[in-house]
């Protein structure tokens, strides 16, 4: 029997923030029915939390496309600074199939370094990354992944990046996200 393949995909990324700002974060999410973008969705999340996964189960939860959403795709694994996203959590509450996707490969150990030295619960921040385990390459881009093979997850990517290497709704979030911090977009994905 084949793997299911996915067609309707929402995809997450922060909005940028100063670095010394302190509290809320903006959060995009932008919905695709195939390459079809069909909506927004908005929320926000604490700068260094713990609350990204309630916020995004929450999001796509009370969301007029909860029904439709086959997919989550995460622009990293932390937004808001290390705000990490506990994705098993997100898989849970959802029940839907998360796809991370990073351009280069993080350094895992001074990652472990900050969390563990300089972010409250950290600890247990770093025990979900390390539950997740390593980035693996795909193509021109590293992912991790809950609830989808390597081989769907390649499928996801061949389907939605069509502009580059970031898949559409990553894409469409991150410029979405700088034009609620800037008032437009600007620079690249």
């Known amino acids: ?3 299911k393949r996915f067609s309707n995909v929402a995809g997450f990324d922060d909005a940028p923030f ?8 903006k959060l995009v999410g932008t919905v695709y029915a195939a390459l079809r973008f069909d909506g927004v969705l908005v929320g926000e999340v604490e700068k260094d939390g713990f609350d990204a996964a309630a916020q995004l189960a929450k999001l796509v939860g009370d969301s ?8 989550i795709m995460l622009q990293g694994i932390a937004f808001a ?11 849970e509450q959802l029940g839907l199939p998360l796809l991370v996707v990073a351009r280069r490969k993080p350094d895992m150990a001074s ?5 563990l030295s300089h972010i409250e619960a950290g600890k247990e921040k770093w025990a979900v990354l390390e539950r997740l385990g390593e980035m693996e390459p795909l ?3 590293f992912v ?10 390649s499928d996801v990517m061949d389907q939605f990046a069509v502009h580059g290497n970031i898949p559409e709704p990553l894409r469409t979030a991150h410029i979405i996200a700088g034009a609620l911090a800037y008032g437009h977009s600007r620079g690249s994905v």
Not at 18 to 25: E, I, M, N, P, Y
Not at 81 to 91: I, R, T
């Open 144 to 153: 991790q992944r809950v609830g989808l093979s390597l081989d769907q997850a």
């Open 81 to 91: 600074g290390f705000n990490v996203v506990d994705v098993f959590f997100l898989y």
């Open 111 to 115: 990652i472990r370094r900050a969390l």
């Open 139 to 141: 193509g021109s881009v």
């Open 64 to 71: 007029r496309f909860n029904g439709h959403i086959q997919l």
């Open 18 to 25: 100063a670095r010394d700002h302190k509290g809320k974060v």
């Open 1 to 3: 029997m084949a793997e």
